[in-house]
């Protein structure tokens, strides 16, 4: 059985604590485990972003985005979730080019949530290794 911990994980000031909370109320060996999962699935799921987008193929492109869409909600990080939305409607009405700064945006965004994930699994590891 395990003995409750007085000191409580906190996540990166960058993700929606509040629905983190809310999410994995407070199971923190569950939120290590999706964490993990983001990072083992985001690189395949962007590749197909990538493709998609070098191929001009925008239909594909909006229906690769919501799927990374989901990916982000589920680690917190609601903001960029939001951000993938408005990028997804925009590849039903604009073309590749007029798309170019808003998908620079999004990639360099994404870059920036990965290198969070990647050290707030490490976090979450060390953290329930000593639980």
């Keep these: 059985m395990n003995e409750l911990r007085s000191d409580q994980f906190t996540f990166h000031e960058r993700l929606n604590a509040t629905f983190l909370a809310e999410l994995f109320e407070g199971d923190t060996i ?11 699935d985001l690189p395949t799921y962007w590749e197909r972003v990538q493709t998609s987008y070098q191929h001009k193929n925008l ?3 909006g229906t690769n ?8 909600g589920y680690v917190g990080f609601t903001d960029l979730q ?6 997804e409607n925009k590849c ?18 994404k870059q920036e949530a990965q290198h969070i994930i990647e050290n707030e699994y490490k976090r979450l590891k060390r953290y329930n290794e000593g639980a």
Aim: proline content about 2%.
């Design 30 to 40: 569950y939120a290590e485990t999706v964490f993990e999962d983001f990072l083992r």
């Design 59 to 61: 239909p594909l492109l």
């Design 65 to 72: 985005i919501h799927t990374c869409k989901t990916l982000f």
């Design 82 to 87: 939001e951000l993938c939305q408005e990028f």
């Design 92 to 109: 039903a009405i604009y073309t590749a080019e007029e798309l170019q700064t808003d998908f620079a945006t999004l990639v360099r965004k």
